[in-house]
């Protein structure tokens, strides 16, 4: 099983290839241990060369209430009231430490994430 470094383009799109030729290959075989590194590797490169932005601390408790169907009156509940969870997701209030830590524990949002800055208006 020869496995080459994805280094650009060209080494990614026949890596690719081969892991559509190796799809359903049964796991423990040697097919399937090779589908396993290329897909590995893909992965790693797809990071690098295409990297995700990543969302604003509101945009990712909006996008986690969105897909959680949770809303504004379950946010208040983590948050500790009403006004608090309104104030944050129209951007009025920074979140706290103790508010990052509640959102990362209960509702398993990132706390990479929920650090970064953004802009509040006022």
């Known amino acids: ?3 080459r470094p994805i280094r650009n383009d060209q ?3 026949a890596a690719v290839r ?3 030729s190796l799809w359903g290959a049964a796991s423990g075989t040697p097919e399937g241990d090779r589908l396993d590194v290329l897909i590995t590797l893909v992965d790693a490169y ?3 060369r295409w990297p ?3 969302a604003d601390p509101v945009e990712a408790i909006q996008s986690s209430m969105a897909m959680e169907g949770r809303n ?3 946010l208040a509940a983590l948050l500790g009231s009403p006004s608090r969870a309104s104030e944050v997701l129209h951007r009025k209030r920074s979140l706290t430490l ?3 830590r509640r959102l990362n524990d209960h509702w398993r949002i990132p706390a990479e994430t929920l650090v970064q800055p953004y802009e509040t208006v006022t």
């Open 1 to 3: 099983m020869e496995i």
């Open 11 to 13: 080494d990614h799109d």
């Open 18 to 20: 081969d892991i559509e």
């Open 46 to 48: 797809e990071t690098i």
């Open 52 to 54: 995700t932005p990543s």
């Open 72 to 74: 504004q009156s379950d």
């Open 98 to 100: 103790p508010m990052i």
